[in-house]
């Protein structure tokens, strides 16, 4: 074949596989493994833009990756179609972001029933989909109001809001935290609240309107940085000078926060990453079926303001990267105790995940008591372990000993429980259960189980008080039936999360109700075990459990589906303990130098007694 047939055969054969594989469902296997379909809200706002770049970026990195993009210019009715056309084009797995929850919410359901979604930034109703990366916007509105009331301290003054897209869930999450936060600062007011749909002119044109009617303010702060530069446009317009400016994106390039700061146009803002990296490197790991692919990743954000950009964003003493001198990491790992089948597997789960990734583990039991834990801690310290991991037994009281791992340089994981510190910097990353979730998920389950107007009177079985599965669960569960005033909790008290004491409680308290001549329909325990304590009690004195008691708890151990079989436990929701692998993952990628997510949510489900059977032989714990 001479040269010039041989440049055009290759040109042929080139051809054929660029057309080849558009027509993907014509022309046989794909030059490529993987098509992964991105649906954008919009492609008009900077941070989205920046969202579609990481995302390009970071596929760019994966030959056997193909990724095809639509636009939904904003408009629900559009995203649905994007979506159905994707499906339509066979991807493997989608990556959106939702303009609006509600109206996207079907069309994902529909999505998720056939492959992996991953959620970016804006989320759905429910839980119909794989994996949700994004910012915590209601976070990020509080630290917003935090440093407002820090910048005002006790002069106070007057604030202005300026908001995205009416009814956009940031813009609820973002204005819910900052007023939230403001709402203590009893010498700040915030005057108005205008909204600018994210825009930068939209912005300038409402605040030049504003300022034309109204007084001068000390501070504006809006929702993201475009709309914060265009109200500062209109001031100069004006020629009024001393309102301090506080936007949110933190975005580098002209425009960008970081320059409006380091001009000092901007007192500050804050970095909201886009996540759009994440969810290609957390595609990749889904749809290689890795392990321990979590349901929620919260990403970090951090205030930016010309001191930190001076002085370099605190991390969480990210400088400190090496592990151990052989390369062998050590983590120190301060538990609980052994209150429950819960928290047994837990462990295992820690110990085996440790042993499997080659992380040496010191593990220290704190037998339910703080003290023990910070001992182990400072232990951990002195010994100079590479990584520091603890489930807090209550909330309160961390600050001095992790501010101690930090002065030590030494990274801390919060698993399972967390701690109310507010400095998030004093720990790498957060994982485990959405507790408040949990509450919610049980009463939902409750009230659809009962179905009735009747009154319903409840007891409820707390855990350790003052520990965040205790009070979050005793919130959401509450929160919910706010919404039923005829569901009434009578009793409430602790069991401490044991089996014995679970128990021990119920007999007292059907002694007590006994005496008050009351009875209860319902026992709602903040675990399994403390349940099935309970129901000894209870057939003690003739009750019949699961039938004159309807009883829900939290966890999804074994032997709850094992009740639930025996018809004497009627729902359990789960709680998942199997951190260990996400733990050793978490630790291994900071050590790789990999950005983390501030909090890890893990993926979870409702058990009521129709699937015990069928799913028992699957429980792992
Ligand atoms: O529900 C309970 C354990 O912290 C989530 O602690 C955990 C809880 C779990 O004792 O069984």
């Not at 990724?67 to 994007?82: K, N, P």
């Not at 490197?281 to 951090?302: N, Q």
Request: net charge negative; aromatic share 8%; charged share 30%.
């Amino acid at each position: 074949m001479g040269t010039g047939h041989r440049g055009a055969f290759i040109i042929l054969i080139f051809l054929s596989l660029l057309f080849g594989s558009c027509r993907r469902e014509d022309t046989g296997p794909p030059p490529f493994e993987f098509l992964i379909g991105v649906s954008m809200a919009n492609l008009t706002e900077p941070w989205r833009i920046n969202m579609d770049g990481e995302i390009k970026e970071e596929a760019a990195k994966h030959k056997n990756l193909r990724v095809v993009f639509t636009d939904a210019a904003d408009s629900s009715e559009r995203q649905i179609l994007d979506v159905k056309k994707l499906l339509a084009q066979g991807i493997d797995l989608l990556i959106v972001s939702p303009t609006d929850a509600e109206a996207l919410t079907p069309v994902i359901a529909e999505a998720y029933d056939k492959i992996p979604v991953i959620l970016l930034d804006r989320s759905v109703i429910g839980y119909d989909y794989t994996l949700f990366i994004g910012p915590d916007n209601q976070l990020i509105g509080k630290q917003a109001g935090q440093y407002i009331a820090e910048l005002l301290r006790e002069n106070g003054g007057e604030v202005v809001e300026i908001l995205g897209r009416s009814g956009s869930p940031p813009v609820t999450d973002r204005s819910r935290g900052f007023l939230a936060r403001i709402a203590h600062a009893k010498n700040i007011k915030v005057v108005d609240e205008i909204y600018a749909d994210w825009l930068r002119d939209k912005s300038e044109d409402r605040i030049t309107e504003w300022l034309r009617t109204h007084e001068s303010v000390d501070v504006i702060f809006a929702q993201n940085d475009a709309m914060a530069y265009g109200a500062y446009r209109a001031t100069e317009k004006l020629g009024i000078t001393g309102i301090k400016f506080v936007g949110i994106d933190g975005l580098p390039g002209p425009e960008g926060g970081i320059e409006m700061v380091e001009k000092g146009i901007f007192a500050a803002t804050f970095t909201c990453p886009t996540g759009g990296k994440e969810a290609v490197i957390y595609a990749m790991d889904i749809l290689h079926h890795e392990e321990g692919i979590p349901k929620k990743m919260i990403l970090r954000t951090t205030l930016l303001t010309k001191k930190t950009l001076e002085e370099g964003i605190p991390t969480p003493v990210s400088q400190n990267r090496s592990s151990g001198a052989d390369g062998k990491i050590i983590l120190g790992f301060a538990q609980v105790g052994k209150e429950s089948d819960w928290r047994l597997a837990n462990t295992e789960s820690i110990k085996t995940a440790a042993r499997e990734a080659g992380i040496e583990l010191l593990f220290r039991d704190g037998e339910q008591r703080q003290e023990n834990q910070i001992k182990a801690i400072r232990e951990f310290i002195e010994k100079k372990v590479d990584v520091i991991a603890f489930s807090a037994n209550v909330e309160s009281g961390w600050g001095e000993v992790l501010r101690e791992a930090k002065a030590a340089g030494i990274p801390v994981f919060i698993i399972d429980r967390p701690v109310d510190e507010k400095d998030e910097s004093l720990w790498v990353n957060l994982m485990g259960s959405d507790f408040l979730e949990e509450g919610r998920r049980s009463a939902q389950w409750l009230v659809k189980y009962m179905d009735t107007e009747e009154p319903v009177n409840i007891v409820e079985l707390q855990g350790t008080i003052g520990s965040a599965p205790a009070i979050d669960r005793k919130i959401g569960f509450e929160e919910v039936l706010k919404g039923y005033p005829n569901y009434k909790i009578i009793h409430s008290e602790s069991g401490d999360f044991f089996r014995s004491t679970g128990e021990e409680v119920m007999r007292r308290i059907l002694v007590e109700l006994k005496e008050n001549g009351e009875s209860f329909d319902v026992l709602f325990a903040h675990n399994d075990d403390m349940a099935i304590g309970a129901i000894k009690a209870m057939e003690e004195v003739g009750l019949r459990p699961g039938k004159d008691i309807v009883i829900v708890s939290v966890d999804g151990i074994r032997d709850a589906f094992k009740m639930m079989i025996a018809g004497k436990l009627n729902c359990s929701v789960e709680c998942n303990p199997l951190l260990g692998p996400q733990l050793m993952k978490a630790v291994k990628d900071y050590f790789a130098g990999k950005e983390l997510p501030v909090r890890i949510v893990t993926s979870e489900d409702v058990f009521p007694t129709d699937v015990a059977r069928e799913l028992l032989r699957s429980r792992k714990y």
